[in-house]
């Protein structure tokens, strides 16, 4: 018999759900669609994720923890005591960073945010060629809402290539203007009553066919 374990496995991940987020992450503000992160925000459902999907995510998570235990490995000390980031003025407007380097185990200045992600091999050269801010919007957000919101104005993105192991890492300088704009953005999200502005009007647009929303945000 064939794939007798696999629907097993299947079976038992359909039903795997992310419990609801009732702020506005620093992971998805750099998005382009203002209506997908208010209904994240809002708690709406959405369609459940394939048992597929939640694998390559899951896969995704395990690598970035191999990384994150080479740099450990490498002798860089890594601080996770206090990982959730919060505004200030906006406590809905949060982040959980995947680390902050800092100086020594007795001495915990910070000497960056560090940010973990995996990418196949055509993203991975991508990067490469042209740099985090242009390769990832989100990514690229991302690091300068955690440098924001921590007040740590330095960053690494450190890149593991899933296909061949390759490695790429990049410094992140701080942009005061931009993250004052993704702030700006997460309080029109959060004062909006009604959902915002789609990305696009056709549910077959390529970015809407991939949104979890895109039952009840074209119906």
Known sequence: MRYELTKIIDKSMEYLTDAPRNYIGASGIGGDCLRKIWYSFKGEN????????????????NLE??????????????CRLNPE????????????????????????????????????DS????????????????????????????GIHSAYILVLNKDNSDLYDEKVIFDPDFYQSLRQKAKMIYDAKTPPPRVHGSPLWWQCKLCKYNEVCHK
Do not use: C, H
């Open 65 to 78: 923890e191999a990384v994150d235990n080479w740099l450990r490995d490498a002798g860089v000390i890594i």
């Open 46 to 61: 959405g369609e459940s994720l394939s048992p597929r999907v939640k694998r390559i995510l899951d896969v995704g998570k």
């Open 85 to 120: 980031l919060v505004d200030d003025e906006m406590s809905y407007f949060k982040g959980n960073v995947d680390g902050i380097w800092v100086k020594g185990l007795r001495d915990s200045s910070p000497i960056a945010i560090i940010e973990i992600k995996t990418a196949n």
């Open 123 to 150: 993203r991975f050269k991508l990067l490469v060629k042209d740099g985090v801010k242009k390769w990832s919007k989100e990514y690229y957000a991302q690091i300068q809402a955690y440098m924001g919101l921590s």
